[in-house]
């Protein structure tokens, strides 16, 4: 049954809006925008949706708790506490979790969604980076997404800390062990976030409003942004039949991927419930109240700190003291360098790739990671060196679970935070490649049919067919990574001996070689079809693969 | 690969089957969406379910939305019937309110996809895009607005309006910030804050301070913590929930044999082969509350900075640069540990005023 008219309810309102707004034009240009399909397009969204949960349970949770460090004798239900003093922050964390019906349902919630949060954040921005998609146009994108990221950290940070049970006050008290390390500013910061010395009566209350103002709106805003500059450049696609760099093809917004989107939300939304119901996360009523004096062993910091701790707990002692000052280099180093290099990379890769291919062109297919495998490599021996990291901020349980001396496992740690990326780099590279050559067997052979036939001089062959289409367009869809004017040909670069002017200097040489080295196609299709004597070709091809 | 694309005759129809690891042949259906079947649909890109599948999916998608009322109902009964109060009841009720809400957000998600899948039509819809960047006349048409609104206001033509907006809204912004200064307290006070704690205070009758067990408050007598190998946690007295003072003064105590202790520990600030180290560690400031008897190691939980406690807590593993500090104590008249003066170097974390604290000690022909 199809309608003839738009039911009146829906035609009145809609006459009123654009009578006021003139919505009946934005509508018409949006209505059917088409969104590109493919599973890895969907890894930002659990970001979003863990975020709008965020922000509905963190409402209901500030209905309940007190960001007070006054300390109060706990006289709630949990017997084995009774009596006992803790900050009022304690105290109604654990109201909230024994005396409220639902509270420990949003409480365990807000903590996994605040996991998931970080963690879709991370995978997207790995979707991103691996499939090039922060490509021109979309740089100031990528740049919004590095700054939610790191803004997300902060976020955690502070929500992490207020429940001012004894892990999360140990986790404050790393990170003022930490800012009171910093150089010339150290002891100010510290004494300014804790309105004195640690830890002082105002930092739950400071982080409080931190925690569900100022950061929350500054992401909202941010995400916000994000979601407006994604749907006014369309979004990018795979390659694949009949999509070029001018189409994009997909679904249309109205009505599919509205409920898409919308089944999306409520999946991500249920499994969170579904955790909050089943795993129990952050039981902090086993923790006791906050005191400077006590620590329990094992205590780890949310996932996406671990990597922090992880490097805290790699550096070998060093301190410097220079005319009376301190330099506590086994704090500092870990504490910005890991951060710094991999925000840091992340902010400027697009324009660090951008100088070395000299590629100003817009970008909207999608790279598969394999047909670009130097930023492919890149990509991994960072995965690799914040893996290390992670891992070894767990080390304590790994070398107690495995049965293996603590000691060695920060030893193996600081080996192979160096020596793990530049394997990964290489494997990763040598894969890609591997990848690319499979992907010429299929367009410049076929696939394996599984038919054997018998020849006339007795031989025995498998017969190939050609590729399906939709698969030989996904493979066929990539381009050589692009390379400086004057950088591809053979001898260096000096098509008539004479390189570009800015390219003469120590910099631009270096910048040949590097666009040289990171451009240009390794292993090319072959792109005589299917049936003939071309078999030869691949091996005996422009494999450069092994001049890099 | 062998070399074996040889054209055969295959009878007609016959499908290839598909070896497993490789993409599909030509013939199958295929993973990244059929062609276009030509239909008699009016929108190109645009193909009709059939009428049996598209009611397959609402009926699917009917029955998931009637689990999501059930579980919404179920939800509100669950509020209604499961009262909390204790550790069992409240787990109770978050199992069967975070349960219900589950069963009702996946339900209607199932269904939501089922009606996109099975209702809808297949989609393979296309639209063009456009650069970015505007057209060289809108461009132009831009710049030459901006030049004429700069001649306009006169912004530039007339300095003296500029310059003295410009100077006018400097110390506007510079007032929000200056609003921050009161988070903390006056400069001066905080790194000598951090140079002391409350060991070096004498109580109110003016005696030295005396250790006390955390948790309990007891005093120690020297005499009753006498099995070597012994630790305490131990706290100043009369600040033991202070935890501005904890966080500096918090002490591990430790019981020797004389002959156990080595050239490190100060043996004048041992009575009795008793040790008192501060707890908190010297790389960021997390209690070193592990102690290995065996070997004399304190271990920090945090960082695992470990240190030799009879060795004046020197540092053998870990991050931390400097060893804990050692507290001065004594025995007094009545048998109690007490301390007879302040840490000698500013124990927790390293600052940036804090300097070579333990080297001007050794100059000046003290302990550190």
Known sequence: ?548 | MTDNNHDIEQPEGRVPKRVIGTPSPATSTSVLGDDERPGDQGVPGVVPQSEATARKGERIAALCFLLTLLGGIAFIASYVIFQVGDIDSARASNVALGGSLALALLAMAAGMVVWVRLVMPKYNMVQERHTMASDGRTREYVTETFKHGVDESGFVKRPMLRRTLLLAAAPLGLAPLVLLRDLGPRYSDFPEKLRHTVWGEKTKDGKPRRLVVEGTGAPIRAADFNSPGGILSVVPEGYEHDLNALAKATLILLKFRPEELKSGTNLNWAPQGIVAYSKICTHVGCPAALYEQTTHHILCPCHQSTFDAADGAKVIFGPAARPLPQLPIAVDEEGFLVATADFSVPPGPSFWERGDAEAEVRENGGHA
């Open chain 1, 1 to 548: 049954m199809s309608i003839t008219t738009v039911p009146k309810p829906i035609a009145g309102t809609s006459s009123f809006l654009d009578d006021r707004l003139g919505a009946g034009n934005f509508l018409k240009r949006n209505l059917r925008k088409i969104f590109p399909d493919h599973w890895s397009f969907l890894l930002g969204e659990i970001a979003l949706y863990s975020f709008i949960v965020l922000l509905l349970t963190g409402t209901f949770l500030t209905f309940f708790f007190k960001p007070s460090m006054g300390e109060v004798p706990y006289e709630g239900s949990y017997e084995p506490l009774k009596g006992i003093m803790m900050s009022e922050a304690y105290a109604s964390s654990l109201h909230i979790s024994f005396d409220v019906r639902g509270g420990l349902l949003m409480r365990q919630m807000h903590h996994w969604a605040a996991l998931l949060f970080v963690g879709g954040m991370m995978v997207h921005a790995l979707r991103v980076f691996f499939t090039g998609a922060y490509r021109k146009p979309r740089e100031l994108n990528w740049l919004i997404g590095v700054l939610l990221l790191t803004l997300a950290l902060f976020e955690g940070l502070t929500g992490y800390s207020l429940p001012d049970d004894l892990l999360s006050g140990a986790g404050l008290r790393i990170t003022e062990g930490v800012a009171i390390s910093l150089p010339l500013v150290g002891t100010w910061i510290t004494f300014f976030l804790f309105g004195g010395e640690y830890p002082g009566e105002d930092v739950i209350s400071r982080f409080y409003s931190l925690h569900i103002l100022l950061i929350p709106g500054i992401l909202l805003a941010l995400i916000t942004a994000h979601m407006i500059l994604m749907w006014v450049q369309k979004h990018t696609q795979m390659p694949g039949k009949g999509r070029t760099n001018e189409n994009v093809v997909g679904a249309p917004f109205y009505p599919a991927f509205m409920v898409k989107a919308g089944a999306y939300f409520m999946f991500t939304f249920g499994v969170i419930a579904l955790l909050g119901a089943f795993a129990q996360i952050n039981p902090i009523w086993l923790f006791g109240p906050y005191t400077p004096a006590d620590i329990s062993a094992g205590s780890q910091p949310d996932f996406y700190m671990g990597f922090l701790e992880g490097s805290l707990r790699l550096m070998p002692p060093w301190e410097i003291n220079i005319a009376g000052f301190t330099l506590p280099m086994s704090v500092l180093i870990p504490a910005l360098v890991p951060m710094g290099i991999i925000m840091t990379g992340l902010a400027l890769y697009p324009f660090i790739e951008q100088w070395v291919t000299g590629d100003r062109s817009e970008h909207h297919i999608a790279d598969r990671p394999r047909n670009n495998p130097h930023r492919t490599s890149i990509g991994m021996a960072a995965v690799t060196f914040y893996g290390v990291l992670w891992l070894l901020g767990a080390n304590d349980e790994l070398a107690s679970f495995f049965h293996i001396s603590l000691n060695a496992t920060t030893y193996v740690g600081r080996v192979m935070v160096f020596l793990g990326p530049a394997i990964a780099y290489y494997v990763t590279y040598r894969v890609c490649l591997g990848l690319q050559r499979s992907d010429a067997a299929v367009i410049g052979h076929g696939v394996e049919s599984g038919v054997i036939k018998r020849l006339p001089n007795g031989e025995y062959i498998e017969v190939h067919v050609p590729p399906n289409p939709a698969i030989e367009a996904h493979v066929r869809g990539k381009a050589p990574v692009p390379m400086l004017p004057g950088a591809d040909g053979d001898g260096g670069g000096e098509r008539d001996g004479v390189p570009p002017k800015q390219l003469r200097g120590p910099l631009g040489r270096l910048r040949v070689k590097m666009s040289r080295a990171y451009g240009g196609e390794k292993i090319p299709l072959d792109d005589g079809h299917g049936h003939g004597e071309e078999h030869a070709a691949i091996g005996s091809g422009e494999d450069r693969s092994l001049t890099h």
